[in-house]
């Protein structure tokens, strides 16, 4: 069997022997509390694609970011989503993506490439969040994590035409 250079096997290959990655990487943060929740996640362009065609499609899971799964690490106890608790660790987050909301899933297995061995029956849970059109697109998928008071931030996820938005409590 021949892989494409677009196989996801290429692609980890790459990403292992150290091959330049085709979208950068941030990790954003926010200590609440005295406690800290990180996440660490691929951004990747546009470039001339639309969210729900081919790239990101509509009804599908998607790694929320490029390469690896998105990660979240959590130093202490943290409902996510006003309904989902999470236990101190790290688990992956994924979307399924769609014009009106996005459904966000926490995942228990926090350390995989993309979405290729992605498992339904991992998900901690799933939350729907309400699209928030944008007047202007972002180029670049965004992530920001930003403190609302001492022991509550804000996560929101930008990109193309759409913001989606919930909240992180520690305690």
Excluded: C
Excluded at 40 to 53: A, C, I, Q, T
Excluded at 92 to 101: A, D, N, R
């Amino acid at each position: 069997m021949m892989l494409g250079a677009a196989s996801p096997l290429v692609a980890y290959a790459a990403f292992q022997g150290g091959g330049k990655r085709a979208s950068p990487h941030e990790t954003v943060s926010v200590d609440l509390d005295g406690k800290k929740i990180t996440i660490s996640y691929g951004r990747p362009y546009l470039k001339g694609r639309r969210l729900g065609d081919d790239f990101a499609p509509y009804g599908k899971v998607w790694r929320l970011g490029a390469d690896e799964a998105t990660k979240i690490t959590v130093t202490a106890p943290t409902t996510i989503g006003n309904t989902l608790e999470l236990a101190p660790g790290s688990y992956s987050l994924f979307t399924i993506l769609s014009p009106e909301k996005w459904t966000m899933i926490v995942n228990k297995t926090a350390d995989q490439w993309g979405a290729f061995s992605y498992k339904e029956s991992d998900d901690l849970g799933r939350f729907d969040l309400k699209v928030k059109p944008l007047s202007t697109p972002v180029e670049q998928f965004t992530m920001t994590l930003n403190k609302q008071s001492s022991n509550v931030a804000e996560l929101t996820l930008a990109w193309d035409k759409a913001s989606v938005s919930t909240s992180l409590k520690v305690g």
